[in-house]
């Protein structure tokens, strides 16, 4: 079972996974999900970085050393937000409109994305 990281808490939580090996782990085109893992060696659990409405993706697929960041934009002219995820010493960067960051076993699941946070398919 995956546990939710309180968005106020994402920060602190990206820097204390600071050093992790990650990699872009699940994508899928048509919903315009991504989903980034971190692992560190030795580790029961790793951390899962679920982009939702994904826009622009640039950068390695796969790096050591995470440094990953996020940052929320300023709402445009419609009202809409965009969150960055960057690591600038992987020259990483995904813009996406939401981001949900959960910390779970370190098993995949056959689906990276069914039933991900629990959930009934589809509502996330």
């Given at each position: 079972m995956k546990t939710i990281i309180d968005p106020k808490n994402q920060e602190s939580v990206l820097a204390d996974w600071r050093g992790a090996k990650t990699a872009i782990w699940a994508?899928?085109?048509?919903?315009?999900?991504?989903?980034i893992v971190?692992?560190?060696?030795?580790?029961?659990?790793?951390l899962y970085?679920?982009?939702?409405?994904g826009e622009r993706l640039s950068g390695p697929f796969r790096w050591d050393q995470a440094n990953i960041?996020?940052?929320?934009?300023?709402p445009n002219q419609w009202g809409e937000v965009r969150r960055r995820i960057t690591d600038k010493q992987a020259g990483f960067e995904l813009v996406c409109r939401d981001v949900s960051?959960?910390?779970?076993p370190g098993s995949p699941p056959a689906d990276p994305f069914e039933n991900f946070f629990?959930?009934?398919p589809g509502t996330v």
């Open positions: 994508f899928a085109l048509g919903h315009g999900r991504l989903a971190l692992e560190r060696k030795g580790e029961q659990e790793e970085i679920l982009c939702l409405g960041t996020i940052v929320t934009e300023s960051i959960a910390r779970g629990g959930d009934a």
